[in-house]
């Protein structure tokens, strides 16, 4: 399953240990992977929405003021692509088009935000993937344990 990956720029720093993880299970498409030099960069995300099969927007006051985050967006409204919300603050005044979709709050828990988007992702009529994904989140939630032992011995 190939996974659209949009974020504003500024939130890079967040958003790069999160598509990290997800691109052990999953096939992400993100800008700085998939934009080659040379290449029109407005086709290129515009072809990332069109051929992905969910697009993950990671929501924040920079997000929601940039003009390609928002087309991003449209885009994937348009080709009718299922979408999650993945909100910095939920405070932050969201689009309808976000606010009719169950988020994902973001947390300073990196474990806690990877588990609850690849639970988002596992789909019940693909028992293959969701049993695939559960071992991940197993794992996940294994190495969480073992690095707090390891940090507090």
């Known amino acids: 399953m190939q996974l659209f990956i949009s974020y504003a720029r500024e939130d890079v720093k967040k958003v790069a240990p999160i598509v990290s993880d997800l691109e052990r299970y999953f096939d992400c498409w993100v800008d700085w992977d998939d934009i080659r030099p040379g290449r029109n960069w407005q086709r290129e995300i515009t072809s990332g929405v069109r051929n992905c099969h969910y697009c993950l927007f990671f929501v924040s006051t920079h ?91």
């Open 63 to 153: 997000f929601l003021e940039s003009e390609w985050c928002m087309k991003e967006l449209r885009l994937g409204l348009w080709w009718n692509k299922p979408i999650m919300p993945i909100v910095f603050d939920p405070a932050l005044t969201l689009p309808h088009a976000l606010t009719s979709r169950q988020w994902v709050i973001f947390s300073d828990d990196h474990e806690e935000n990877l588990r609850t988007i690849l639970a988002g992702l596992a789909r019940p009529h693909h028992p293959w993937r969701a049993i695939a994904l559960v071992e991940a989140i197993t794992l996940v939630v294994g190495a969480a344990i073992l690095y707090r032992i390891a940090a507090s011995g």
